[in-house]
T-cell receptor, first 109, second 115 residues
Framework: KNEVEQSPQNLTAQEGEFITINCSYS?????LHWLQQHPGGGIVSLFM???GKKKHGRLIATINIQEKHSSLHITASHPRDSAVYIC???????????FGEGTQLTVNP | AAGVIQSPRHLIKEKRETATLKCYPI?????VYWYQQGPGQDPQFLIS???????DKGSIPDRFSAQQFSDYHSELNMSSLELGDSALYFC??????????????FGSGTRLTVV
């Protein structure tokens, strides 16, 4: 069974802080998605990674294929970044996603 | 830019009733996925379709069925609804090429409440 584990489950930060959320995944996952979900809301795709590093605005995502580990970084965090961030693995044998438990991020002003 | 459109946004049904959820993928996307997210839970994969054929099947109850039509939109049909079916149902679409799903995009979800 493919597994995705992320940490921490909850994260509280002060505005302006640098934030890191980590994700580990098992064999059988070929790509890693980072997603954002607001309370009661839909899911927004932030990044899809199969190697290296991607950057979009204040968000940076990295992946280490050998270690089966990915990180999502938020620079200069802002209260509007408060949301649940989810790491999801895309299976090698198909396209279904296996979701991590999510990280509830709260950024205080 | 066009996104994945789901309808309805909210749906309230009674036990044992039926419900139909619709998903319209991004233009030119050929694959549709359905996920179920119960209260406080991670989304769980239900089923997917590629080029109108079922491509993968997850934890979809036998009471549920789905299909993808010629215009690539998909419908999830749910019968004999139970209280436990109350959840947020997400649809996602992608373009499948060379063994990889590109442009994975989620809809806003349909919140189903069974009373």
């Amino acid at each position: 069974k493919n597994e995705v584990e992320q940490s921490p489950q909850n994260l509280t930060a002060q505005e302006g802080e640098f934030i890191t959320i980590n994700c580990s995944y098992s064999v059988g996952i070929s790509a890693l998605h980072w997603l954002q979900q607001h309370p009661g809301g839909g899911i927004v795709s932030l990044f899809m990674l199969s190697s290296g590093k991607k950057k979009h605005g204040r968000l940076i995502a990295t992946i280490n294929i050998q270690e089966k580990h990915s990180s999502l970084h938020i620079t200069a965090s802002h209260p509007r970044d408060s949301a649940v961030y989810i790491c999801a693995g895309q299976e090698t044998s198909g396209s279904r996603l296996t979701f991590g438990e999510g990280t509830q991020l709260t950024v205080n002003p | 830019a066009a996104g994945v459109i789901q309808s309805p946004r909210h749906l309230i049904k009674e036990k044992r009733e039926t419900a139909t959820l619709k998903c319209y993928p991004i233009p030119r996307h050929d694959t549709v996925y359905w996920y179920q997210q119960g209260p406080g839970q991670d989304p769980q994969f239900l089923i997917s379709f590629y080029e109108k054929m079922q491509s993968d099947k997850g934890s979809i109850p036998d009471r549920f069925s789905a299909q993808q039509f010629s215009d690539y939109h998909s419908e999830l049909n749910m019968s004999s609804l139970e209280l436990g079916d109350s959840a947020l149902y997400f649809c996602a679409s992608s373009l499948y090429s060379v063994g990889t799903a590109y442009g994975y995009t989620f809809g806003s979800g349909t919140r189903l409440t069974v009373v």
